[in-house]
C-alpha cells in the first residue's frame, strides 16, 4: 500500500479545476498503457465539481470515453432517475456530454430487486467480478471520516468478505444506500481523497495521523500504488 500524499489547492474551485485536469491525465495515461481506463465516482459537491470542470475542458475529448469504466463507490437506494441519486448527478454533470462510457450503476430502488438493498449490492458484487481493479478512485471524506457509505463503528467498516454492502440506518440520509468496502476501494491503483472546508480539517488531520480506519474510515482508504488527498487550505488548516 501507498503513503499517502497532500496536495493543497488555495480553494474548492482550484481543487475541482486541478484535480479534473489530473484526472483527464490519468485516464489517458491509463488507455494508453492498458487499452482501457477504470474509474470510481464518487457524489457530494466536490465529487460532481470534478466532473463538471472534466465537462467543460477541451482536454476531455483525448479520453475515449467509450473504453472507460465507470463504477460508482456508493448509491444512495432512491428510485431511478431521484435527484439524490449519485448516478442522476453524474449524469447531469459529465455522463450525458460525453460518447457514452461503460457505466456499471447500482440497480435502484424500483430497479430489478425491488426494494432489497442487499440483493442490490449482491449484484453489484457480481458485476464487479472476483478481482476489481480501478486506476483511479475518487472519494470525498465527511466530517466524521467517512468514505463512500463506510461510516465510522459500523458494521460496513469492519466488513473484510463482501466487495459490496448494504448500508441501513446511516447516519445521514438517505438513511438507506449501497456501497464498496474498504477493502475493494484498497484494489484501486491509485485512491484520491477530495474535501474541503474548515470543517473536515480534524478528519483529515486525524486520517493522515495514523487513525484505525474503524474509528476514520478515511484512514484504510489507500491505494495500491498511490494515495492523494487533494485538499483546500481550509480542510488542511490543522496539519502540521
Same mark, same amino acid.
Given at each position: *500500500?501507498?503513503?499517502p500524499? @497532500?496536495v +493543497?489547492?488555495?480553494?474548492g474551485?482550484?481543487?475541482?479545476?486541478a484535480t479534473a485536469?489530473?484526472?483527464?491525465?490519468?485516464?489517458?495515461?491509463?488507455?494508453a498503457?492498458?487499452g482501457?481506463a477504470?474509474?470510481?465516482?464518487?457524489?457530494g459537491?466536490?465529487?460532481?465539481a470534478?466532473?463538471e470542470?472534466?465537462r467543460?475542458?477541451p482536454?476531455?475529448?483525448a479520453?475515449d470515453?467509450?473504453r +472507460?469504466?465507470l463504477?460508482?463507490?456508493?448509491e444512495? =437506494?432512491?428510485?431511478?432517475?431521484h435527484p439524490?441519486?449519485?448516478?442522476?448527478q453524474?449524469?447531469?454533470?459529465l455522463?450525458?456530454? @460525453?460518447?457514452?462510457?461503460?457505466?456499471?450503476?447500482?440497480?435502484?430502488?424500483?430497479?430489478?430487486f425491488g426494494d432489497?438493498p442487499?440483493? #442490490?449490492? #449482491?449484484?453489484?458484487?457480481e458485476?464487479?467480478?472476483s478481482?476489481p481493479? =480501478?486506476d483511479?478512485?475518487?472519494l470525498?471524506v465527511?466530517?466524521e471520516g467517512h +468514505? #463512500?457509505?463506510v =461510516?465510522?463503528?459500523?458494521?460496513?467498516?469492519r466488513e473484510?468478505?463482501?466487495?459490496?454492502?448494504? @448500508?441501513?440506518?446511516?447516519p445521514?440520509p438517505?438513511?438507506?444506500?449501497?456501497?464498496l468496502?474498504l477493502?475493494t476501494i484498497r484494489?484501486?491503483?491509485?485512491v484520491?481523497l *477530495?474535501?474541503t472546508g474548515?470543517?473536515?480539517a480534524?478528519a483529515v488531520?486525524t486520517g493522515?495521523?495514523g487513525?484505525?480506519? #474503524?474509528?476514520?474510515?478515511?484512514a484504510g482508504? @489507500?491505494g495500491?500504488?498511490?494515495?492523494?488527498?487533494l485538499?483546500?487550505?481550509?480542510?488542511a488548516?490543522?496539519l502540521?
Amino acid at each position: *500500500m501507498s503513503v499517502p500524499e @497532500v496536495v +493543497v489547492h488555495r480553494d474548492g474551485d482550484l481543487l475541482a479545476a486541478a484535480t479534473a485536469a489530473r484526472l483527464l491525465t490519468a485516464l489517458v495515461d491509463a488507455q494508453a498503457a492498458r487499452g482501457t481506463a477504470s474509474l470510481v465516482l464518487t457524489g457530494g459537491r466536490t465529487g460532481i465539481a470534478v466532473l463538471e470542470q472534466v465537462r467543460s475542458s477541451p482536454a476531455r475529448d483525448a479520453v475515449d470515453w467509450s473504453r +472507460v469504466d465507470l463504477w460508482w463507490g456508493d448509491e444512495r =437506494f432512491l428510485p431511478s432517475g431521484h435527484p439524490e441519486r449519485n448516478e442522476t448527478q453524474a449524469r447531469e454533470a459529465l455522463l450525458d456530454h @460525453v460518447p457514452a462510457a461503460r457505466a456499471h450503476v447500482v440497480e435502484p430502488s424500483d430497479g430489478r430487486f425491488g426494494d432489497d438493498p442487499e440483493a #442490490a449490492a #449482491a449484484a453489484y458484487a457480481e458485476e464487479l467480478g472476483s478481482a476489481p481493479e =480501478f486506476d483511479v478512485c475518487l472519494l470525498g471524506v465527511g466530517e466524521e471520516g467517512h +468514505v #463512500a457509505s463506510v =461510516f465510522p463503528d459500523s458494521p460496513a467498516v469492519r466488513e473484510r468478505d463482501l466487495a459490496v454492502v448494504a @448500508v441501513r440506518d446511516c447516519p445521514k440520509p438517505p438513511p438507506t444506500r449501497v456501497s464498496l468496502t474498504l477493502p475493494t476501494i484498497r484494489a484501486s491503483r491509485e485512491v484520491w481523497l *477530495m474535501t474541503t472546508g474548515a470543517a473536515k480539517a480534524a478528519a483529515v488531520a486525524t486520517g493522515l495521523g495514523g487513525a484505525p480506519e #474503524a474509528d476514520l474510515p478515511a484512514a484504510g482508504a @489507500v491505494g495500491r500504488s498511490r494515495t492523494l488527498w487533494l485538499l483546500d487550505t481550509a480542510a488542511a488548516a490543522k496539519l502540521p
